[in-house]
């Protein structure tokens, strides 16, 4: 055998084993082709598109109410704050001049409807409080039925 043999030979297993090494990396990025494969699928399954997120974007835009919109709604809402406002003043303000009405109505008119109202009301009170004198309870009844 010569050097040109020998030369040979060691081409030869060189090239089958960088023949063998060939088909495992390509059998190797075959596998991984498909790993990748797999995974693009079910990106593309369970994943939105672009054109998809742009519509529900929109779609969620449209239903946002708009700075103008709120305003109106802000305005709206002052305004009957306002007027419940201005309504609870009121009451309160002509509340104590009726009842310094009513005091001095039945304080005038002893046998006056007023006057029998307030009449009973003390009796109420009077009773729930344990004094429950006969003439008293006869004084107030005599009011109601104006005997």
Do not use: C, W
Request: glycine content about 4%; proline content about 3%.
């Amino acid at each position: 055998m010569g050097l040109d043999e020998n030369l040979l030979r060691a081409k030869l297993t060189y090239i089958l084993n960088l023949t063998i090494m060939d088909q495992d990396l390509k059998n190797e990025f075959d596998r991984i082709d498909q790993r990748f494969d797999t995974l693009i699928e079910f990106l593309r399954q369970n994943f939105p598109t672009k054109a998809e997120l742009t519509e529900e974007l929109e779609t969620l835009r449209s239903d946002i109410a708009t700075k103008a919109e709120l305003r109106l709604l802000t305005n709206s809402i002052d305004a009957y704050a306002k007027i419940a406002k201005d309504y609870f003043q009121e009451v309160t303000v002509l509340g104590a001049p009726v009842s310094r009405m009513k005091l001095g109505l039945s304080q005038q008119q002893p046998n006056s409807a007023l006057n029998t109202n307030l009449n009973l009301s003390e009796a109420l009170r009077r009773a729930r409080a344990g004094v429950t004198s006969p003439a008293f309870l006869l004084a107030a009844r005599k009011n109601v039925h104006g005997s």
